[in-house]
């Protein structure tokens, strides 16, 4: 499933990245690879702060549904 459909609170682990390869290597440069844990930590207007890495990210819905969980 796309990381769009997550909930708050919850920690998921990355699957596949999707998209072009300028894409997958921009999302791979903020930390998003495969296995990875990413946690959801807000939702607002359909754009996901995110906590990858001990980072956190913030991503367009656009760009999150290219990470499938």
């Known amino acids: 499933?796309?990381?769009?459909?997550?909930?708050?609170g919850d920690q998921i682990s990355i699957k596949r990245?999707?998209?072009k390869d300028e894409t997958?290597?921009?999302l791979e440069?903020?930390?998003?690879?495969?296995?990875?844990?990413v946690t959801i930590?807000?939702?607002i207007g359909g754009n996901?702060?995110?906590n990858v890495k001990n980072t956190r990210v913030a991503l367009d819905e656009k760009m999150a549904?290219?990470?499938?969980?």
């Open 1 to 8: 499933m796309p990381l769009t459909m997550a909930r708050i």
């Open 65 to 69: 549904r290219r990470i499938m969980v």
């Open 29 to 37: 440069r903020l930390g998003f690879v495969e296995g990875e844990a």
């Open 48 to 50: 996901m702060i995110l």
């Open 17 to 19: 990245i999707t998209g």
């Open 41 to 43: 930590v807000s939702i």
């Open 24 to 26: 997958r290597k921009f």
